[in-house]
């Protein structure tokens, strides 16, 4: 249907879009092997101490560890919470039924420091939750439930309500129906949201300043340290060593998803 | 141990046809625990945020004075910095969106409509990536690049543009924002053209439409749900960043009034009050985004 003007056109926009997303992260994992600390042009490489200084930074583990935690904890809230009110949306009519969605994207299309300043004054306010690991969590999963919920959602109108029907005819109860039918049928909606979620936790640093006390994460570390030029070194091979780990992950669930995405059609 | 089994079963079966009969029970316990959650925890945390906004700093002792006023927001509007900021913010987030816009279309059509099964798999995951890439060290990487004497530096000289300088301007900010958002634009657009049905432009064909006329009148129409979508993205992540303007640029947006504002000066309710600006703007923009239909394109 294309011209071929039009198809070679199509080919270099998304070539330059391709070029423009990774000459930073080409960067990145160039200075990673540079021998200077500081980012001078061109780079001198050729080294590979940094890895065995950012091995041995004492400050990293456990900041890694805080984010893990608050990334699982985070996630699993958030599946929770927004495959219900995914299901709640599809399944029912109710009043203020249209703004579900409104308010639940509100966490993250505000600004950051809105949100961050926001629920700093509430854990201030409410005294069982302390700043910490506990309130990174609460105010991680806010956000994280409408990357859930979108992707359930849009999973939900796509399947077919006769499988359901169809399961309840055959004699299953609703939590029968619930588990062999509902379930693996939003299974791979749930990781690519789940996946989302990780992500968004795992990288968020403005709510996380002003939620975390005196307990780290990784994008807290990164931040602290990008501060002082002298570590800078240290920073770009921990950025890289994180971006070559979760190539796989990433690249598994997005085969699964669009796999699944497929058998729904 | 059977029986127990069958016994339980057979409350399971009960319950499941309780629920089944009471249909708000059913609809209570699914919506309760997103809706409580999303009440208690963010819009309380947003209600006490406005009622700081109302109180004062005490200039002397440097604590909160709870005396509800409008002094704040008589701050705001008397003094020309405010609006300058905004106006600073709105035309930053305009200007990104506009871009990213433009530069995912072409790549989101290609993922969605014209790259075969396989190549549509590597480019959505080309795509995906950068976001697995910290951001703090992407906008760092883009302070390297744009440096004076770094690598974009370098290119500009070898092809006569002596004279641009990017490092620490307006020009560096609005490029770091258009790279970082650039994923959260492409996904939803390629999603939503991903829908548009092969037998609506086959139709548009067979009634004679050539390829740029099916392309203005169906696809472009069709792909408006997703375009709005990421422009939700792009326009609000760009409204409320303060540390990408801070690193890469020198002008200061309203994210930054706020944080300098909690930070050294602790007025905190004055940068309470100050954040009602971004709050009207994306309520303003998610109402007009609602309409169109975006959010079931999200």
Redesign the interface.
């Known amino acids: 249907?294309?011209?071929k003007g039009?198809?070679s056109?199509?080919?270099a926009?998304?070539g330059?879009?391709?070029v423009?997303?990774?000459?930073?992260?080409a960067?990145?994992v160039v200075?990673a092997f540079n021998k200077g600390r500081t980012?001078a042009?061109p780079p001198d490489l050729g080294t590979t101490r940094w890895f065995s200084v950012a091995w041995n930074e004492p400050a990293l583990r456990p900041a890694l560890a805080n984010s893990l935690k608050a990334g699982v904890a985070a996630t699993l809230l958030a599946l929770?919470?927004?495959s219900?009110?995914a299901?709640?949306v599809h399944?029912?009519r109710?009043f203020g039924r249209?703004s579900?969605?409104?308010?639940?994207?509100?966490?993250?299309?505000?600004?950051?420091?809105?949100?961050a300043?926001?629920?700093n004054?509430?854990v201030d306010?409410v005294p069982f939750i302390s700043f910490g690991l506990p309130a990174i969590i609460?105010g991680h999963?806010?956000f994280c439930?409408?990357v859930v919920?979108?992707n359930v959602v849009?999973r939900l109108r796509r399947s077919q309500t006769s499988l359901v029907e169809a399961s309840m005819d055959l004699g299953a109860?609703?939590?029968q129906t619930f588990r062999h039918v509902t379930l693996p049928s939003i299974r791979s909606a749930l990781l690519a949201g789940g996946l989302l979620a990780f992500?968004l936790s795992f990288?968020e640093?403005?709510v996380t300043l002003?939620l975390s006390g005196t307990e780290s994460t990784?994008?807290l570390w990164?931040?602290n340290n990008?501060q002082r030029p002298t570590n800078?070194p240290i920073?770009?091979v921990v950025?890289m060593v994180?971006?070559v780990i979760?190539?796989v992950p990433?690249?598994i669930a997005?085969?699964l998803v669009?796999d699944g995405g497929r058998r729904d059609r | 141990m059977a029986t127990t089994a069958s016994a339980s079963e057979g409350v399971?079966?009960r319950?499941?046809?309780a629920?089944?009969r009471h249909?708000g029970v059913?609809?209570w316990l699914?919506?309760s625990?997103?809706?409580a959650?999303?009440l208690l925890?963010?819009?309380?945390?947003?209600v006490?945020?406005l009622a700081?906004s109302f109180w004062r700093l005490d200039a002397l002792t440097s604590t909160i004075d709870r005396t509800w006023g409008f002094q704040n927001y008589e701050t705001i509007v008397g003094s020309s910095t405010y609006l300058k900021l905004t106006l600073r913010t709105l035309g930053m987030a305009l200007a990104v969106t506009v871009t990213d816009l433009l530069?995912?279309f072409?790549?989101a059509?290609?993922i969605s409509r014209?790259a075969s099964p396989r190549t549509k798999?590597l480019?959505?995951?080309?795509?995906?990536?950068?976001?697995?890439?910290?951001?703090?060290?992407?906008v760092?990487?883009?302070r390297?690049?744009l440096?004076g004497?770094?690598?974009v530096?370098?290119l500009f000289a070898a092809i006569g543009l002596d004279s641009v300088r990017l490092a620490a301007s307006g020009w560096a900010v609005w490029i770091t924002f258009c790279?970082l958002w650039?994923?959260f634009a492409?996904l939803p657009i390629a999603?939503a053209l991903e829908r548009v049905p092969s037998s609506y432009?086959e139709a548009s064909?067979d009634l004679g439409a050539h390829?740029g006329m099916?392309f203005r009148k169906v696809i472009v129409p069709l792909a408006v749900p997703g375009v709005v979508a990421g422009s939700?993205f792009t326009f609000?992540l760009t409204?409320?960043?303060?540390?990408t303007p801070t690193l890469v640029g020198k002008d200061l947006f309203?994210?930054n009034a706020?944080?300098s504002l909690?930070g050294t000066a602790n007025n905190?309710p004055l940068?309470?009050a100050i954040?009602v600006i971004?709050?009207l703007i994306?309520v303003v923009?998610?109402t007009l985004a609602?309409r169109s239909g975006a959010?079931e394109a999200?």
């Open positions: 249907m294309l011209g039009v198809r056109l199509l080919y926009m998304t330059v879009a391709i423009f997303l990774y000459a930073p992260l960067l990145v200075y980012a042009w929770v919470l927004g219900l009110a299901f709640a399944r029912f109710f249209g579900i969605s409104f308010v639940l994207v509100l966490p993250i299309a505000l600004p950051g420091i809105v949100t300043l926001a629920l004054s509430m306010a609460v999963a806010t439930v409408v919920f979108n849009a109860d609703g939590f992500g990288d640093i403005v002003y990784l994008p990164i931040f990008l800078r920073v770009n950025a994180v971006l979760s190539i990433v690249a997005q085969r669009s | 399971l079966r319950l499941s046809a629920l089944f249909r059913r609809l699914t919506l625990p997103p809706l959650w999303m925890v963010y819009l309380v945390s947003l006490l945020m700081t530069l995912a072409p790549i059509f290609m014209v798999g480019l959505s995951l080309l795509v995906v990536i950068p976001l697995w890439a910290n951001y703090l060290i992407r760092f990487a883009w390297t690049l440096a004497g770094g690598p530096d370098s790279y650039l994923p492409i999603a432009l064909a390829a099916t939700i609000s409204l409320g960043d303060y540390l309203l994210g706020i944080s909690l905190e940068a309470a954040a971004p709050i994306v923009y998610l609602k959010f999200l």
